[in-house]
T-cell receptor, first 117, second 114 residues
Framework: AQKVTQAQTEISVVEKEDVTLDCVYE???????LFWYKQPPSGELVFLIR??????QNEISGRYSWNFQKSTSSFNFTITASQVVDSAVYFC??????????????FGKGTHLIIQP | SQTIHQWPATLVQPVGSPLSLECTVE??????LYWYRQAAGRGLQLLFY??????ISSEVPQNLSASRPQDRQFILSSKKLLLSDSGFYLC?????????????FGAGTRLSVL
């Protein structure tokens, strides 16, 4: 069975600090996808990034960066120079490709990030 | 571009009443469709998914059912709501080839059962 663990329930930092959100996953599949989503107070989930299990290159997009380490089954998310608008709940998720990849995502319980001005 | 619509945005229903939540997708054909529920303080739980008209897979046995009467329409229903059905319901669509297994979510429905 698949499992995603986000051990940090809530993180609070002051604006402009860097912050890392941890994600550890479990799967028996050799091919799978990892995702990060952002849920602002409005509730809608916003897609941030998708990474497949064969691509361990780290990725940077503006102030966001992601560190995928297959050896430790982790897919961590770092926000550099945080801003108040980054305040949200962030979800890490996992899907496999068996069944054609139509199966739903397995989500972690989310990390509530609070950026204080 | 593809868009996904969910309604209503909020709903307050008494225990024992029926439920119907609707989700439609525009701008794509033959999408995979999903219903998730987010209970307070918990992550998102997959309820149902569908790969085509009339094809529904249930992940969690419960008081809810889903139907897909048209290619881009997905409906979540209940004949009699329970208190435990309260939560935030999210619909999502995805396409393996087109969307690279990414799922895109609607704005959600906040359901309170009293």
């Amino acid at each position: 069975a698949q499992k995603v663990t986000q051990a940090q329930t809530e993180i609070s930092v002051v604006e402009k600090e860097d912050v890392t959100l941890d994600c550890v996953y479990e799967t028996r599949d050799t091919t799978y996808y990892l995702f990060w989503y952002k849920q602002p107070p409005s509730g809608e989930l916003v897609f941030l990034i998708r990474r497949n299990s064969f691509d361990e290159q780290n990725e940077i997009s503006g102030r966001y960066s992601w560190n995928f380490q297959k050896s430790t089954s982790s897919f961590n998310f770092t926000i550099t120079a945080s801003q108040v608008v980054d305040s949200a709940v962030y979800f890490c998720a996992l899907s496999d490709v068996s069944g054609g990849g139509a199966d739903g995502l397995t989500f972690g319980k989310g990390t509530h990030l609070i950026i204080q001005p | 571009s593809q868009t996904i619509h969910q309604w209503p945005a909020t709903l307050v229903q008494p225990v024992g009443s029926p439920l119907s939540l609707e989700c439609t997708v525009e701008g794509t054909s033959n999408p995979n469709l999903y219903w998730y529920r987010q209970a307070a303080g918990r992550g998102l739980q997959l309820l149902f998914y569908s790969v085509g008209i009339g094809q529904i897979s249930s992940e969690v046995p419960q008081n809810l059912s889903a139907s897909r009467p048209q290619d881009r329409q997905f409906i979540l229903s209940s004949k009699k709501l329970l208190l435990s059905d309260s939560g935030f319901y999210l619909c999502a669509w995805g396409r393996q080839a087109l969307a690279k297994n990414i799922q895109y979510f609607g704005a959600g429905t906040r359901l309170s059962v009293l």
